[in-house]
């Protein structure tokens, strides 16, 4: 079939880009102790992986669930969700509960509410009434604005010192990824990736809508749950690693749809991964390189996808 | 109760709301103080309180305002220059003349800001207008992107030349750094917003649309420039002062619109009051909830006006276009 081979081309084209730029990555400019430069380049390329990896992925199945191909989980607030979770447990322990615990032990707890809390989320935005799609974007876009809201003002609410504590755990970023939570990280995405894998084809039947789902013999509501619970541990992952990026998964899926031409998930799925990778490797290469790090990476992929959505939007309007 | 006897109690509980403004804060100023000609009590608050209670008021009112001129011009509920890109390019024209003409004097840093704003605008209805479908929805949808996008753009600038501790100043709404001197400007911005109300018929028949209000002899392309041109220069005016106030001239003017009706003359009045009280009250809950520390405005704000503007995006928003 000249549609498979045509996407089993771009997939191999993608991974042959990747592989490049990471290579690249971990050699490029380098001078001195190898040991050294190969383990610290190497924990900064596994952050960018697993970040790529998780919100590539939690955008495809969040698309596939919602049969929407401009929804996904950074624009309708699930990471503000995160970081409203986060501050919320901290506030409730307080600073003294919270230096004790294992940096590690309190991500667990974070993913652990999280999950539920997106669950809440999601069947309130998509359980009750039919929405317009725009009116969808726009609740999620002003819920999302109020949740990051609410997250600064409790952080306000606390002494400046347990803010202190706060900030060093919650405001991770691009170029500050926590390297004690690589570990689960890859535990917990490496679990979902496994889990998703003989899962491929029946995605594709849920990706047609609720009614031929049912028809298909799907049994719609555990699927879905047990897919949002998934997508919630990888938008955990993500911002617990790098904080918010509200569009980056927008940008990557969309680009992977154009590069495999078509929208069974064992093409996708990769290629939207690859295809982050390719974008935040790519970007952290061009921020260090070229900007001689007088930027953020974050900011880069805000400016470039904000304006992608928008021209979706329009392109939408106008069919 | 008479519309005058409602007005008047309004204008009495944003009064109350000043004069309590005047009293919280770290340092004591104690009313007894005051009449007892202290030199203490007296230089914090004609220094600090005075020209803070004025800001407070003089910003409150005038955002409130140029929300409601906003939605008129552009024909939709839920834009406001927050979310139009008006405030957001504001503060970009401010941060470009910090780093080019860093020793300019405020004015003219305003002037610049409002250019920006004035140009942020454009390009906000210049992408509206790509779009045939108008989806009310659609329209504070895109804003808020578009917004996003410019404050992408603006922090990366201040990140490449080191001055993001400046753009804080800009893009959060504080006023804990107000005192005499450094407020003045909001008069001007009060005076503008308050041409909103001369013009009001006119603003009205142009919210019409462009057929109707050209077959009532109405320039209606003069007229929306000259409602965004005060938009504009209101925002840049608020901005430079005090910084960012997010969703107050949106949930204001929704909220006395349905009250009153569509009537810009008879809003107008309403409007500022409603604004002023509001952001009195965030920022005396900014003060006193955490004091000593403060909560500033911008997050009061922009906690209670997105849960507000939420509200009315679930509830209705089928008489939003």
């Known amino acids: 079939m000249p549609h498979e081979r045509r996407a089993r081309l771009a997939l191999i084209g993608l991974a042959l880009l990747a592989g490049g730029l990471i290579l690249a990555f971990m050699t490029l400019g380098a001078r001195g102790n190898w040991d050294f430069v190969l383990a610290f380049r190497g924990r900064k390329l596994l952050g960018l992986v697993l970040v790529a990896h998780a919100v590539a992925c939690s955008t495809v199945l969040f698309q596939t669930v919602t049969a929407n191909r401009i929804l996904t989980p950074g624009i309708m607030g699930f990471d503000s969700l995160y970081l409203l979770c986060a501050t919320l447990l901290f506030a409730a322990f307080g600073a003294a509960g919270m230096a004790g615990l294992d940096p590690r032990l309190d991500f667990a707890l974070n993913v652990a509410v999280m999950i539920g809390a997106s669950m809440a989320l999601y069947l309130w935005l998509f359980g009750g009434e039919e929405r317009s799609l725009h009116r969808l974007l726009l609740i999620g876009v002003v819920f999302g604005i109020f949740l990051r809201t609410l997250a600064e003002f409790v952080q306000r609410l606390l002494d400046p010192n347990e803010f202190m504590v706060l900030s060093d755990r919650l405001f991770a970023s691009f170029s500050d990824i926590p390297p004690q939570l690589l570990g689960i990280a890859s535990l917990l995405i490496g679990a979902v990736t496994l889990w998703l894998i003989p899962r491929l084809s029946r995605l594709d039947v849920i990706g047609l809508g609720r009614p031929v789902a049912i028809n298909l013999g799907i049994t719609w509501r555990t699927e879905v749950l047990a897919i949002l619970a998934a997508v919630s541990v990888l938008v955990a992952v993500a911002a617990a690693l790098v904080g918010q990026v509200l569009f980056l998964g927008l940008v990557a899926v969309s680009l992977a749809h154009l590069a495999v031409g078509q929208s069974a998930h064992r093409y996708v799925l990769p290629a939207a991964s690859l295809v982050g990778i390719i974008l935040l490797v790519g970007g952290q290469m061009l921020v260090e390189r070229v900007f001689a790090f007088g930027t953020a990476l974050g900011l880069i992929v805000e400016f470039v996808g904000g304006i992608t959505f928008i021209a979706l939007l329009v392109a939408r309007g106008r069919r | ?321």
């Open chain 2, 1 to 321: 109760m008479s519309a005058r006897a409602r007005m008047a109690a309004a204008l009495a509980l944003v009064a109350g709301l000043a004069a309590a403004s005047l009293f919280v804060g770290v340092s004591d100023v104690s009313l007894s103080g005051i009449l007892q000609g202290q030199d203490r009590d007296w230089l914090v608050l004609v220094e600090s309180r005075i020209p803070r209670m004025l800001a407070l008021v003089l910003s409150g009112a005038s955002m409130a305002i140029a929300g409601l001129l906003m939605q008129i011009v552009i024909r939709n509920r839920f834009v406001e220059p927050s979310n139009a890109g008006t405030m957001e390019a504001a503060g970009l024209g401010l941060l470009v003349m910090t780093l080019v003409a860093p020793a300019a004097p405020v004015i003219a840093k305003m002037a610049v800001g409002a250019a920006f704003a004035l140009a942020g605008t454009a390009l906000f209805l210049a992408i509206l207008r790509r779009v045939p479908l108008r989806d009310p929805m659609l329209v504070p949808l895109i804003g808020l992107l578009l917004s996003g996008v410019l404050y992408a753009g603006t922090s990366f600038l201040a990140y490449r030349f080191d001055v993001l501790q400046g753009l804080l100043a800009w893009t959060q709404g504080d006023l804990s750094g107000v005192l005499r001197g450094r407020y003045e400007l909001l008069w001007l911005g009060a005076a503008v917003a308050g041409l909103a109300w001369f013009a009001a018929d006119r603003f009205t028949v142009a919210g019409l649309g462009h057929d109707v209000a050209s077959s009532l002899g109405l320039s209606h392309r003069r007229v929306v420039a000259l409602g965004l041109a005060i938009v504009a220069l209101v925002t840049a005016v608020v901005v430079v002062s005090v910084g960012r106030i997010p969703f107050l001239g949106l949930i204001v003017p929704n909220i006395v619109s349905l009250a009153l009706g569509d009537n810009m003359r008879r809003a107008v009045p309403w409007v500022a009051v409603s604004g002023a009280g509001l952001v009195l009250a965030c920022d005396i809950l900014g003060r006193t909830i955490r004091a000593p520390y403060e909560i500033p405005v911008g997050t009061v704000m922009g906690l209670i006006g997105s849960a507000i503007f939420l509200v009315l995006i679930l509830r209705g928003g089928r008489r939003a276009a």
